[in-house]
């Protein structure tokens, strides 16, 4: 009870410390009053004229909108909702039909979708990249949802959704405010990476939804209402990247001396005034900036204002660590289009929130919602610089005052002090689950602080105690915390991959601290009669377009593969376009056609190809402005993948390097990728003959998988890592299956992907359980993956593996693999599988990683199976 007491205070306070105007804005907007009207509420369809899209308003009653079809699990069927003018959202609620106990239609889930134009359709995502809104338990309640991060936006969509055919109902109403501020879109630089000691810190802009290749057209966290704090690496937000508030860019990467930021206005606006809220980290080289330079365009076709209205900031006090809120004056200009400069004071600018008051000339209020909290008189101590002498000069909003730090600090040093002595009872005396005396703590110095100080004193008082009463239960209900303390207590690894070398940064589990753990100790070498799977002295590749296909050690002239010739150049120009296949974080993959692959004697390759047919190939392109290591990585992985030559492997036939932009050219089969190829087929023995659905014999499905395997023991000789194991990363010829590397890049499998903290994206599903936990990636983690690889063939790839299962419930599942207390999940038989495969795909999903079988093991038993069926 006191743990829940502890989660609900924690709630509490975070929403307190936010600070945002957000809260605030948390309106009902009319679904239920009537204020928006029935012409504004349109359907996909309506299943009779009693559940029509108006009836979707109703709280009361039986009245919802139903539409005319069962809804299927890809949620095509949709609700919309017309605001008429743009919206700040901040909460959905959502209710089924209950018809007085008749009806039992609700959506479980949902997908959101909105637009400020009516043109083009964003879907919402979370801050951790998932799109899926839980929804409705049963028909009455209604269940109402944050929208973290919130949107702006004139038309909402809701896609009901459901894990199998069945019908549903819909009642929905939205809450939020006018959106005044008018701003349609901003365009930026994206944020930069910064390192401390060691540790990444992401400045991008998470919840862009515009282009993010060049950050344009799109509103993101700069408008999002929620203020960085002073220290840009404790997040506001739980479960989040440190620097996740700020938008970020280092003066020395970007190039210049300023960062330019647009920003396209609904309509033209008089502007008066602009805030923006800065990081002013300075003993870690982020500043204010100290000048801004901003032009004007009155209409979209009219040109800038000249000369561009220059804004100084006094540089006196920018020794104070503290963020600040600037208010910039802007003269009442009129503006359509508004492109600002802002000028670098140091290596590192941090922007957290941009916002904009109006005059009343533009039919608008006073001030923007929501707007940064409203400017406070200043008065510098100093005059400005004699170089800005004469410009406008900013006004620092920033409302720290020496008495308030005086109080918090004191309040730290108390309750510091308390912490220490409850931990040390903890630790001699185990009472970790006795919560209940430290509830009774928190509750008399919140009664204090709430009588003495002031409200920000109370808030801090209550992170800290909420911490003091929950940390050490979330600790202990932590496998990975589990891990670390037993590797400190035993001074070795875990037993059962002792086997396995150091760890290649693995990446941060859910719900751990997001800084890395201290690497335990390095075990002795194994004696020869153990399998070792290596993981020292490799190169971890991430590809031209951001994916990380291979983990491979440096070759030696005398191993296996290693005596690749120089690569041919190939000319551009022999290279047709026929489609994008996908892109990544450093550049695209392209489906290109080589008309007349015979006439280019320099491509050593024995082509199949009958004269004057085309060769299919695919082209990694490295983007002309992609950094010096992306390059490097580039050069690398052409190096490396020249010396890949087996049947089963995807071959490097070519390379433009010769000029940017940097390309490489591959193989690519036919038929697609495994996947594709699989889903539009059924199995022969179990539908029969079909004159209109493609087939496919339990023969063939083993012939493909021996191959799989016979590709991957060529790379497990090489102790080659792919890391990315799937029917999605192999490619089907009319005889051959090859493994490759595209499936990261392409939009079509981004479900098959779980995104670490909106960064880093993880096939937790075909992952083992020692890659999500541990973040360590073997050959015996790559067995693992073929096992779910071969589960996906045999199941002709009809579904996600653990598709009863969310992200969050997978990566519980690998907790269980850790503790191994027999509550573990594996994938279950596929109808058409023997129970010796299966034993096989069992033995892959080993807990322990020393007994699952080598690749040689596989591919010689998959290939025995396969003759005996000939």
Known sequence: MALLFSFFFLFISVA??????????????????????????????????????????????????????????????????????????????????????????????????????????????DRWGQEVVSGNENTYDVVLKDLGPPIVARMVRFYPLADRVMSVCLRV????????????????????????????VY?????????????????????????GGDDFMESKELRVWPGYDYLGWNRDVLGKPS?????????PRVLRVMQVHSNNRHTQGVRVFNKVECVFKGGLLQPWSSPALALAVPLDDLKDPSSRTLSLPLDGRLAHILRCSFFFTDTWLLLSEISFLSGNDDDSTSSSTPALPPPAPHHPSSAPPPLLAGLPVAKDDSSNTAILIGCLVGIILLLLAVIAVILWRQYWKKLLGKVRPYFVLFCLLYAVAHLVLCRWCVCVCICVCVCVCALPALLLNNPAYHLLLSDHRKGSRPSTCQAQEKSLNPPPYPGSPPYPALSPPVSPPLPPSVPHYAEADIVSLQGVSGNNMYAVPALASSSPGADAGPLPELQRQCLVFKEKLGEGQFGEVHLCEIENPQDLPNLEFPFNVRKGRPLLVAVKILR??????????????????????????IRLLGVCVSSDPLCMVTEYMECGDLNQYLSHRVLLDKSGPSHTTPTISYPALISMASQIASGMKFLSSLNFVHRDLATRNCLVGERHI??????????????DYYRIQGRAVLPIRWMAWECILMGKFTTASDVWAFGVTLWEMLSVCQEQPYSNLTDEQVIDNAGEFFRDQGRQVYLGKPAVCPQGLYELMLSCWNRDCKLRPSFGHIHAFLAEDAMNMV
Request: glycine content about 10%.
């Open 16 to 125: 307190f410390l936010s600070a945002s105007a957000a809260a605030q804005c948390r309106y009902a907007l009319g679904m239920e009053d009537g204020s928006i009207l029935d012409s504004d509420i349109t359907a996909s369809s309506a299943w009779s004229d009693s559940t029509e899209a108006k009836h979707a308003r109703s709280v009361k009653g039986d009245g919802a909108w139903c539409p005319a079809g069962a809804v299927f699990p890809d949620g095509s069927e949709y609700l919309q909702v017309d605001l008429r003018k743009l919206h700040f959202l901040a909460l959905v609620g959502t209710q089924g039909r209950h018809a007085d106990g008749h009806g039992q239609e609700f959506a479980r889930s949902y997908r959101l979708r909105y637009s400020r134009d009516g043109v083009k359709w964003i879907t919402w995502k």
């Open 173 to 200: 109403e939205l809450y939020g405010c006018v959106w005044t501020d008018g701003l349609k879109a901003y365009a930026a630089p994206v944020g930069h990476v910064m390192n401390l000691s060691g540790l990444p």
């Open 203 to 227: 400045l991008n802009d998470s919840t862009y939804d515009g282009s993010t290749e060049v950050q344009f057209g799109g509103l993101g966290q700069l408008c999002d209402g929620v203020l």
């Open 259 to 267: 960062v330019d930021i647009e920003f396209h206005f609904e309509k």
């Open 624 to 649: 002309p402005d992609a950094s010096k290591n992306a390059r490097n990585d580039f050069l690398k992985e052409v190096k490396i993948l020249s010396r890949l030559k087996d049947p089963n492997i």
């Open 738 to 751: 090859k493994i490759a590397d595209f499936g990261m890049s392409r939009n079509l499998y981004a479900g």
